[in-house]
């Protein structure tokens, strides 16, 4: 298992995008260089990019099941063809203020309409996308308390 190590590090890699000489701990990984996977850092993280941008439902479905997991959750019951059907339901728009949501940005939240601490399941008919303030100002509330709130804000803040 070493002398295969060394034998990466001696034998000059490439990267096999940019071509640029592979050095381990540099600008190639540890996990890399022993699953012999010939990318540079830089370059894989334009593929996982890429790869984001081509299908970013994967992506959120993915971290969504994960924090479902962490927070002791029921798994999600939606898959990433019906998160996207969302979205486009929605125009790309934030339900609560119209903003544009670009779905590979920090700025697309998922926001579960009944909130999980009312018991709201990760399922289609419970699922909207969110700018990044609305949700969360929204946070664990349902969207008539949270629009009620808002309209409450807008009328003593204009005073
Ligand atoms: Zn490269
Ligand atoms: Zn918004």
Redesign the pocket.
């Known amino acids: 298992m070493l002398d295969d190590d060394l034998d990466i590090l001696d034998s000059k890699e490439f ?1 096999r ?2 071509f ?1 000489p592979l050095i381990k701990g540099d600008n190639w990984s540890e996990g890399k260089a022993k699953a012999k996977n010939y ?2 850092d ?2 894989f993280r334009e593929e996982k990019m890429r790869q984001r941008k081509a299908n970013p439902w994967k992506y959120k479905l993915k971290a969504l099941r994960g924090s479902l997991k962490t927070r002791g959750l029921p798994d999600a019951e939606v898959t990433e063809w019906e998160l996207r059907e969302i979205y486009e339901e929605q125009r790309g728009l934030c339900v609560f203020c119209g903003e544009w949501l670009d779905p590979c940005s920090s700025n697309c939240h998922l926001d579960h309409i009944v909130p999980t601490s009312a018991g709201g399941l990760t399922e289609k008919d419970n699922i909207q996308f969110l700018c990044e303030k609305c949700s969360y100002g929204k946070w664990k509330f349902s969207s008539e308390e949270y629009v009620r709130h808002c309209q409450r804000v807008a009328k003593w803040y204009s005073k």
């Open positions: 990267c995008e940019c640029l990318i540079c830089y370059c």
